[in-house]
């Protein structure tokens, strides 16, 4: 499966379409009928509508915002996070990791790159036990929403399977002077949705949106027509 490419990618996100499927998945002016999804609560759960936590340590709040993307994390692993060494290990690294940069911007590349902090714990969390790649993501993308992108089995096949996830989508968001940060940054707005809700994020769902209902566990052609 070739990787979907940075225009295909340009008129997804330009399409009508996705702005509807934000609407529907943070509810904001959504149809009645339109289903609940809990993932719109992933990034302000237990904030109350603000990220004035601690940025480099999980909480209670965290370990419950990542059960709204469908993963969880096994107790052993989440009393560690919260009270043992795994959580100051693990603190240790986010807390030089800027929490202000947008991945696709500035020196967002040297923050994702292979072997640096974000990495270091990425891997860290995926050595746990019972804890994978999708799982320990979403960690890393609640306490890092703006840099670190929410990466499951549907948003990597739409994708094309790019290796090197963070830095294949870093290199996407830069092409063209930063178009597609602009498109995004166009669709949050015309989607009426707050600035808290990060340009990553936006990108995620509509993603996500587009490919759920289509997307097959094996020889799934993704979203490259």
């Not at 070739?2 to 008129?11: E, T």
């Not at 009393?79 to 911007?105: F, H, P, R, W, Y």
């Not at 292979?114 to 993501?137: F, M, P, S, Y």
Request: hydrophobic share 40%; glycine share 8%; net charge negative.
């Amino acid at each position: 499966m070739s990787a979907i490419d940075h225009d295909q990618l340009l008129s997804l996100v330009a399409d009508p379409q996705s702005v509807r499927d934000l609407g529907v998945y943070f509810g904001v002016n959504a149809p009645p009928s339109s289903p609940v999804f809990s993932g719109r609560r992933f990034g302000s759960l237990g904030l109350g509508g603000r990220r004035d936590d601690d940025p480099n340590q999980f909480t209670a709040a965290d370990l419950l915002a990542v059960q709204c993307l469908s993963v969880t994390v096994p107790i052993e692993v989440a009393i560690d996070l919260l009270e043992g060494d795994l959580g100051l290990q693990i603190g240790d690294l986010l807390a030089k990791i800027n929490s202000d940069t947008d991945l696709g911007t500035g020196d967002s590349r040297s923050l994702v790159d292979d072997g640096q902090e974000a990495d270091q714990a990425w891997k860290l969390l995926k050595r746990q036990d019972d804890v994978g790649w999708v799982t320990a993501g979403k960690l890393l993308a609640r306490k890092r929403p703006r840099l670190i992108p929410i990466w499951d089995n549907v948003v990597r096949c739409a994708f094309g399977r790019p290796k090197s996830a963070w830095i294949w989508l870093d290199h996407m968001l830069r092409e063209k002077d930063g178009m597609l940060l602009q498109l995004l940054s166009k669709a949050r707005e015309d989607g009426e949705l707050t600035e808290q809700i990060s340009l990553l994020r936006t990108l995620d769902v509509v993603v996500w949106m587009r490919h759920r209902n289509s997307h097959r566990p094996s020889r799934c052609p993704g979203l490259v027509p």
